[in-house]
């Protein structure tokens, strides 16, 4: 047995070692409650980085003319994001002018074609649930077939509805939207003076080479990453846009944007906007709807694989697999803001990985320890 005196300071070192993993586990729970608690709030700042970062090339751009032009003056930060938010404005005002009279004119006239698309669904439902008996398969399956066509117009129905009571809950903080060009405002203008104070705050240089080094790797990987969703988007909303209005589908400027938008919802949006599109074709004609996802499909292959690992370069390295897997843990965790945010997250875990594998030496001991 261990005298006394040892077994009361192993006692006292057991205790202190329980007491410091309850106050570790209790710190990491009140952490992850404050994040879900202000989950609107960090997606507000994650709108307002996207924003931020779209807006910064053209900022250094109109900050320092002379550096193209030859001049010898270099503008204000302050004037040059103002000047950049006017331009902004007037392109805002301009796009809404030209775009919302073609976009009411089409919405009112899927309204009128409403009932019309009912009934063409319904007459669909019917024929479906003729092919179980017509082509003589087992009682068993055609009674589940049966079901499952007796219920795809309320599935459907239901899935429309979440949809549109996701995006009204989605509306309830429309207001906040303001935040972000204010929000962005100050961090284009004081983003260099942050980070130089959060550099200075650590004495050891070692350590502030390693963190700016860090800090421009998520920069560089942020930037590239929400730039190429934003170009993909353009480029996905006008090609297909143009290619819908071809093909003769209905409602081209609303398919358009709609594509646009859930271009920034990986795997998963592109294959909503094919299925919507393939609806809305079949509604006038099989034929169509084939043209549609033949269509679809072709241009999937080539922006996929050609256009978007383009736009992204080698600023952003994730492989496909890992994208799916983001997405679909991202919608796990946290619905359509966890979809959203799951790429990026996964490529900052990416970052920090790599940075922490270079730090220890790749082999889990700190680089200074295996020095010596």
Same mark, same amino acid.
């Given at each position: 047995?261990? !005298? ?25 729970? +009140? ?38 032009? +030859? ?29 919302? !009279? ?68 989605? %509306?309830?903080?429309? !207001? ?41 790797? #998520?920069?560089?990987?942020? /930037? ?5 969703? #934003? ?50 074709? %079949? ?45 679909? +843990? ?12 799951? #790429?990026?997250?996964?490529?900052? +875990?990416? #970052? ?14 700190? /680089? ?5």
């Amino acid at each position: 047995m261990l !005298p006394a005196d040892e077994r009361n300071i192993s006692e006292r070192r057991i205790r202190t070692i329980a007491w410091q993993a309850a106050i570790t586990v209790a710190a990491a729970a +009140g952490c992850l409650w404050l994040l879900y608690a202000l989950r609107m709030v960090l997606l507000l700042l994650a709108f307002t980085v996207i924003f931020c970062y779209l807006l910064l090339p053209l900022v250094d751009f109109v900050e320092s003319p002379g550096r193209r032009w +030859g001049l010898r003056f270099r503008l204000p930060r302050t004037a040059a994001i103002i000047i950049v938010y006017l331009l902004l404005v007037l392109l805002l005002v301009f796009s809404l002018e030209r775009v919302v !009279p073609a976009l009411a004119d089409q919405v009112s006239t899927f309204l009128e074609n409403f009932p019309a698309y009912a009934r063409k669904v319904d007459q669909t439902v019917k024929w479906m649930a003729t092919l179980p008996a017509r082509y003589r398969l087992p009682l068993t399956w055609r009674e589940y077939l049966g079901e499952a066509v007796n219920e795809l117009p309320l599935r459907l129905l239901e899935w429309v509805q979440s949809i549109f009571s996701s995006t009204l809950r989605l %509306s309830l903080f429309a !207001p906040w939207l303001v935040l972000i060009p204010v929000i962005g405002f100050f961090l284009l203008k004081d983003v260099t003076q942050l980070t130089r104070r959060l550099l200075v705050s650590f004495p050891q240089a070692d350590v502030r080479y390693r963190l700016a080094h860090f800090l421009r790797d #998520v920069s560089s990987t942020l /930037a590239s990453y929400i730039r190429a969703q #934003v170009i993909a988007c353009l480029l996905v909303g006008v090609i297909e846009g143009i290619g819908f209005r071809a093909i003769g589908l209905s409602y081209p400027l609303i398919l358009a944007i709609a594509a646009g938008i859930l271009e920034f919802v990986p795997v998963i949006g592109p294959f909503i906007m094919m299925l919507i599109a393939a609806i809305i074709g %079949s509604l006038s004609s099989w034929k169509l709807a084939a043209g549609v996802l033949a269509f679809l499909i072709i241009f999937r292959i080539i922006h996929d694989y050609i256009i978007y690992p383009r736009l992204l370069s080698r600023g952003m390295e994730i492989h496909p697999l890992l994208v799916i897997l983001a997405v679909v +843990g991202g919608a796990e965790i946290g619905g359509i803001v966890g979809v959203f945010l799951g #790429v990026p997250a996964t490529a900052l +875990g990416l #970052v920090c990985l790599r940075h922490w594998r270079d730090l220890t030496g790749r082999s889990g001991v700190p /680089a200074e320890e295996a020095k010596t």
